[in-house]
């Protein structure tokens, strides 16, 4: 893990802990994520992260609302994959970024828990999984 990542790992835990943010915890992820932080607090306070559970595995996916007009929704899972286009052009090919919008915005409404929780059955959320 480089650096950034586990300094972020940090946070995190320090946000999940508390279920608040505090100022200096915000000017740590804007340095690490940049203008992503932004959008992705955005998602955050228009409520748009949806944590789907599957019953009885626990097993569990995001749904995260775009920023576009279109209102798409992305699935993602907040560490390692997002199925947006910046995922795969930003982070995959590029390795510039540690992660995409969505997974921030998944991680920091989990963290604060602030996402709206779904919960399926494990067939309905295998067919999720079987369409990424
Ligand atoms: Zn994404």
């Known amino acids: 893990m480089s650096t950034s990542a586990i ?3 940090k946070v ?11 100022d200096e915890q915000l000017s740590i ?3 690490l994520f940049g203008k992503n932080l932004e959008r992705a607090t955005r998602i955050v306070d228009q409520r748009g992260v949806k944590r789907i559970l599957g019953e009885p595995s626990g097993r569990s996916i995001f749904q995260v609302v775009g920023e576009s007009k279109r209102k798409e929704e992305y699935l993602c899972f907040a ?6 286009y910046s995922f795969f052009y ?3 090919n590029r390795g510039e970024q540690l992660c995409c919008k969505h ?3 998944a991680r920091l409404a989990s963290s604060l828990g602030t996402c709206i929780d ?3 059955s494990d067939d309905d959320l295998a067919l999720i ?4």
């Open 79 to 84: 560490e390692h994959y997002c199925a947006c």
């Open 118 to 120: 779904v919960n399926m």
């Open 7 to 9: 300094v972020a790992e």
């Open 129 to 132: 999984f079987s369409q990424l």
């Open 12 to 22: 995190w835990k320090d946000i999940q802990s508390t279920h608040s943010v505090s």
């Open 29 to 31: 992820l804007h340095f």
């Open 103 to 105: 997974q921030l915005a």
């Open 90 to 92: 930003d982070i995959v």
